[in-house]
């Protein structure tokens, strides 16, 4: 059903159009991205790496030694406070223009321990802190489940993840099946509905269920011992961020 549609020119072309409107939909950042301030912008970026740091097992670790990674970095609006604590950070975003933005802005706010990268393919290995928020829900789930595995692998045993799918819709629209389509409006942010997979133009940005069970199951058989979950509810999307510790398999 939904592996026919590529995500990925979509979020070339919304990095290439709107950046930043593209990872934060508000007309506050409905502008010309020479009239945004990428400090102003990060700020609450910051802070929701704050709060992810000082929350279990990540609050217990040496950050300055960690190589970590950001899936999905988009302007760096996380990548730039991850890499203000830690050691290193290996930014990945499909978005070649994504990548770019975020790497200017990396620059102007003086963190040069950040590498871009396409794909987690090219990542070396051995990392001790993968973060993903409001990326998979962007990704048609069975590219999104090949994704994660490949992330999962990259960890080492003691890595920490905080890592975030959404899985159901509030209201009548909860009650569908995982893995069905929604388009959100390019405009105003608002879902348009269920739709067929090569229906949307491109650059549309669509939303995509995850099934937990599929994520609990590769986890717990790679080691996971406990998980936290912190639930997100952004527009009728319900979803959870997982913070969990890898141990020895
Ligand atoms: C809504 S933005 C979130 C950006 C960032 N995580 C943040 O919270 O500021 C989603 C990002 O995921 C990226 N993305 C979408 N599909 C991807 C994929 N298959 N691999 C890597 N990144 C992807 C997009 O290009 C975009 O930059």
Same mark, same amino acid.
């Given at each position: ?135 998979? !829900? ?8 090949? *994704? $994660?595995?490949?992330?999962? &692998?990259? @960890?080492? #045993? ?61 986890? !717990? ?8 979950? *912190? $639930?997100?509810?952004?527009? &009728?999307? @319900?979803? #959870? ?9």
């Amino acid at each position: 059903m939904d592996e026919h549609r590529n995500t990925d020119r979509d979020w070339e072309q919304l990095g290439r159009e709107k950046p930043y409107w593209a990872v934060i939909i508000s007309s506050k950042w409905d502008v010309p991205k020479e009239e945004i301030d990428p400090s102003e912008y990060i700020e609450p970026g910051r802070q929701h790496i704050d709060d992810i740091c000082s929350r279990h097992p990540l609050a217990t670790l040496d950050l300055g030694n960690i190589t970590a990674v950001d899936f999905g970095c988009g302007v760096g609006r996380l990548t730039i406070p991850m890499a203000e604590r830690c050691e290193h950070v290996h930014a990945i975003d499909i978005s070649s223009a994504m990548r770019s933005e975020a790497s200017k802005n990396a620059a102007l706010l003086g963190q040069n321990n950040v590498s871009f990268h396409e794909t987690p393919s090219s990542v070396p290995g051995k990392i001790g802190w993968i973060n993903s928020f409001i990326v998979f !829900q962007h990704i048609a789930t069975r590219n999104g489940l090949g *994704l $994660f595995d490949q992330l999962i &692998d990259l @960890l080492a #045993v003691g890595g920490v993840i905080s890592m975030h799918f959404t899985y159901a819709r509030r209201s009548k629209a909860a009650a569908r099946k995982a893995d069905e389509l929604v388009v959100m409006s390019a405009r105003d942010g608002k879902i348009e509905g269920l739709v067929e997979p090569n229906f949307p133009d491109n650059g549309k940005m669509l939303m995509f269920d995850y099934d937990l069970n599929k994520i609990i199951a590769r986890l !717990q058989t790679r080691g996971f011992e406990s998980l936290s979950i *912190l $639930f997100t509810d952004y527009r &009728d999307h @319900l979803g #959870v961020n997982i913070i969990g510790q890898k141990g020895k398999t």
